[in-house]
């Protein structure tokens, strides 16, 4: 990997000699902050957050400093950057369970928030934050979307080239050659210009296993990786055994790979808080014990990121909100006569060649899809009606929303703040598809987070897995259907632009000015950390790839 030769990160020897990365478990105190009870309302929100503000140090709207000195528009001395997605946290989760995120935060100045786009989803927040685009101009619209052309319904691809518009590493590297970047779990990271990838992904064989595996540039760095680290836990990735083996393997990774290439800008994706949140809301017990392990993970990499000379930035895609049940749009098309199913072996299939309209859920927002543009206006009416849709935007509030892209819905819907959206389309429980049972994040045509529970009605649902996965082993095709089809289950979402105070997403980092205000648009991300990493002898090239939102911010600061 190319070095960059102006900062002086090769001093610093930064191996503490042991792979692990224990953090500094600080001794907790009482939590005075908790979580938030299921049905918390505005009012109490806001009053928490003020709180965890000034818990946590944010500085005042326009003091202009940074950890108690006065901030430069750009750093004399560029230092490279860990882009630290620890996703869904939120103000209100940072507190004494999190010591490690806080102290953190009140050496570098406090948590900043985050505006993001719509939908407030995994995908479409990370293309914000590395491109300074909107949907509009970037195309992730969801974690998934209607693709035309095919006909179908996608979600989690993979390829960097279905982000439409040039990503950060790209940005700097026209700016300085040296500039590297090692994207470690960050979505959409095959086929990437990046220097160093990894990601997920499974081998699936012909006779139906799905065998833990991940994908790397260069490609020997997958075989050294899993060598050192143990194989890929893509079962603690994702479903109903998602835990914090994941982010324990993937903060292993990056350290790897920091301390071996010392690339100017590394990305590093931390999924565990998002798991337990959806699951069982914010306000469940329980939570406080995942705050704890994630703050262990985090802590132990800043640790390690420090005596490297690497500068952390933590940020978040998304926070979590409580929400007490699903809106089912699909259901409302077929009773409305607009979406189609066909019988297959006595399982209803969703049937888009002869749908005339029909809804992509992607948690708290949807995107419909209307065959005749002389029906949008009827559709909308319909899902306008719905309880529990608190908005529906086509035509110009599509465009002021940052939509007007070809794959987006044409009308999008958003939900009520302690409402989410399902996906199907079956009125009975026995005819759904076989899929809808089993973790298949491909197959169904929505975002699905019963994926993460296992079925409450099965006797012993863990032991019929792993009972399926032996049989699949001795060469057997068989269903591992131990996935409920029960909503209610679900106690958390996200994907709203706009949250109660203290549910936003963050931003903690020693940051230059312009961007010390307390709440930043997303895309204002990539301008940041172009300035950090690529520092005042590159103002004037940095300046002028700034987007709109940090020009804003820059005549604002000079008033």
């Known amino acids: 990997m190319r070095r960059r030769t102006s900062d002086h990160r090769d001093s610093h020897d930064g191996h503490d000699g042991h792979d692990g990365l224990d953090g500094l478990d600080h001794h907790d105190g009482v939590d005075h902050h908790g979580g938030h009870r299921q049905r ?33 528009y750009h750093p004399d001395v560029p230092r490279p950057v860990c882009l630290l997605n620890v996703v869904a946290l939120s103000p209100n989760l940072i507190g004494d369970r999190t010591p490690r995120i806080r102290e953190f935060a009140r050496r570098v100045g406090g948590v900043r928030t985050l505006v993001p786009p719509l939908p407030a989803v995994t995908c479409t927040s990370q293309s914000t934050m590395l491109t300074g685009l909107a949907p509009s101009g970037h195309g992730i619209v969801g974690n998934g979307w209607h693709d035309r052309a095919l006909g179908e319904v996608q979600f989690w691809k993979q390829s960097n080239r279905l982000v439409q518009a040039e990503k950060i590493w790209e940005t700097a590297r026209r700016i300085d050659p040296s500039f590297t970047c090692a994207n470690i779990c960050w979505w959409y990271a095959m086929h990437a210009s990046t220097d160093a990838m990894l990601t997920p992904r499974p081998v699936y064989k012909a006779d139906g296993r799905k065998i833990p595996d991940c994908l790397s540039t260069p490609a020997g760095l997958r075989d050294e990786l899993q060598a050192k680290f143990g194989q890929f836990p893509l079962f603690r990735f994702w479903g109903p055994m998602a835990g914090i083996e994941s982010s324990d393997w993937i903060a292993l990774a990056a350290m790897h790979v920091i301390e071996s290439q010392r690339p100017s800008l590394s990305l590093v994706y931390l999924p565990h808080l998002d798991y337990a949140l959806q699951k069982l809301g914010p306000g469940h017990p329980s939570i406080q014990q995942e705050l704890r392990e994630v703050d262990r993970v985090v802590g132990g990499l800043l640790d390690r990121l420090e005596r490297l000379g690497v500068a952390p930035v933590i940020v978040s895609e998304y926070g979590i909100v409580p929400v007490r049940d699903a809106i089912w749009l699909n259901r409302a098309l077929r009773d409305a006569g607009y979406l189609a199913v066909r019988m297959e072996d006595g399982r209803e299939i969703l049937d888009l060649e002869h749908s005339r309209a029909f809804a992509v859920a992607d948690h708290q927002v949807a995107h419909v899809s209307v065959r005749d543009p002389a029906d949008v206006a009827a559709v909308e009416r319909i899902l306008a009606r719905i309880e529990g849709v608190e908005r529906t ?22 939900s009520a703040a302690d409402r989410w959206f399902a996906y199907g389309w079956w009125m009975d429980d ?9 973790v298949d994040i491909h197959r169904k045509p929505g975002y699905d987070p019963c994926e993460l529970f296992y079925d409450p009605k099965l006797a012993w649902p863990a032991g019929r897995a792993m009972a399926k996965l032996a049989l699949r082993k001795l060469g057997f095709r068989t269903l591992l259907d131990v996935i409920p089809l029960d ?10 632009a706009s949250q109660a105070p203290g549910f936003d997403p963050v931003l903690i980092g020693e940051l230059p000015d312009p961007f010390l205000e307390q709440s930043l648009p997303m895309g204002c991300v990539r301008d940041a950390v172009l300035a950090a990493t690529l520092g005042a002898s590159h103002a004037n090239a940095v300046a002028s790839e700034w987007s709109h939102e940090t020009r804003a911010l820059r005549t604002g600061a000079r008033r």
């Open 393 to 414: 935007l086509s035509g110009d509030a599509r465009r002021a929303a940052g939509l007007d892209h070809a794959r987006a819905g044409d009308i999008v819907c958003v």
């Open 430 to 438: 026995a005819k759904a598809p076989d899929y809808a049972r089993t």
């Open 40 to 72: 918390a309302s505005a009012a109490v929100a806001k009053s928490r957050s003020k709180t965890d503000v000034q818990a946590i140090g944010r500085p005042a709207r326009g003091s202009g400093t940074r950890a108690g000195r006065p901030a430069p």
């Open 487 to 496: 909503a209610s289950l679900v106690r958390g979402s996200h994907g709203r």
